[in-house]
């Protein structure tokens, strides 16, 4: 505040006494002044009232929700990985001539909760780093029926038919790019495997045309699909594997993923260990 000034209640006649000055105040007369207080407290309000409604809001979201982390959990991953693409950035600079690909195969079941951990955890981070010194195949695993040349899949005939359109997805866009990415964006939602929307919609995502898979799976009555299916079941058989999900690196196991956990990795079950070792065996000696 500002200090009064007292005045005496005499003036001496033989002197003439000036007041002494007054402190200067704001002028709060003066209208720029005025505008950049008010500019200064709306600015102030408006912040407030923001950091306000986002506490609010926030707060509402989780009282309304309580999976909401288990939500996040379970779907970021998903949508990450879901696109097999290749960062221009990454460890991957190309094969060339003098190195012989290295085999990598991958032993699934379509509608296995271990098959989608096995892809999305180990195999797409991996191949987005060695796509290009891979022989990459996706296989899978079943039981011939040698009374009518069929096959018996674990969790039903709707596996059946989403091994095949997989399979079929491989066999017509052989690139990984295309077929795996596929193949994870079905596996991610294997519980609706082999459901026409879901099809349709990774077909749509993953530029692959869906009359050409249902062309591949019912053609002669079938025939092709179940052949390919009866040949990659024998693949696998032949390899002594029998649990989805196996990863086979240069004919031997490098990895399985069964009953939600890893085990039989002799050389790590991290993303780096798989493509180290890719590496080790693309630069041996021919």
């Not at 039981?143 to 997805?169: M, R, W, Y």
Request: glycine residues 6%; proline residues 6%.
């Amino acid at each position: 505040m500002d200090e009064k000034t007292v005045l005496p209640t005499t003036t001496p006649t033989t002197t003439t006494t000036k007041p002494p000055p007054t402190p200067s105040t704001p002028n709060t007369s003066n209208p720029n002044g005025r505008d950049k207080h008010a500019l200064r407290r709306f600015l102030v309000a408006i912040c407030l009232m923001v950091l306000v409604w986002t506490l609010c809001g926030l707060d509402m979201d989780l009282d309304d929700n309580d999976v909401l982390s288990e939500w996040s959990l379970e779907q970021m991953p998903l949508t990450t990985i879901s696109t097999f693409t290749v960062p221009t950035t990454d460890v991957d600079v190309g094969g060339d001539a003098d190195h012989e690909l290295v085999a990598l195969e991958a032993h699934i079941m379509s509608k296995c909760p271990d098959a989608r951990d096995c892809l999305r955890e180990l195999v797409l981070p991996a191949m987005q780093r060695v796509y290009s010194k891979v022989n990459f195949t996706l296989s899978f695993i079943g039981t011939p029926t040698n009374s009518d040349d069929g096959v018996a899949c674990k969790h039903g005939p709707e596996e059946c038919l989403g091994n095949i359109i997989e399979l079929c997805a491989q066999k017509l866009y052989p690139d990984p790019k295309i077929f795996l990415g596929f193949t994870m964006c079905l596996t991610k939602n294997y519980h609706e495997i082999p459901q026409r929307s879901l099809i349709e919609d990774c077909a749509l995502e993953h530029a692959i045309e869906f009359d050409q898979l249902n062309q591949c799976a019912t053609k002669d009555d079938g025939a092709l699909g179940i052949g390919l299916l009866r040949d990659s079941v024998k693949r696998s058989a032949d390899a002594g594997v029998t649990k989805s999900c196996t990863i086979r690196l240069d004919n031997e196991i490098f990895c399985i993923r069964d009953g939600g956990q890893w085990s039989d990795c002799p050389h790590g079950s991290s993303v780096n260990d798989l493509v180290l070792a890719v590496e080790k065996l693309y630069r041996r000696e021919l």
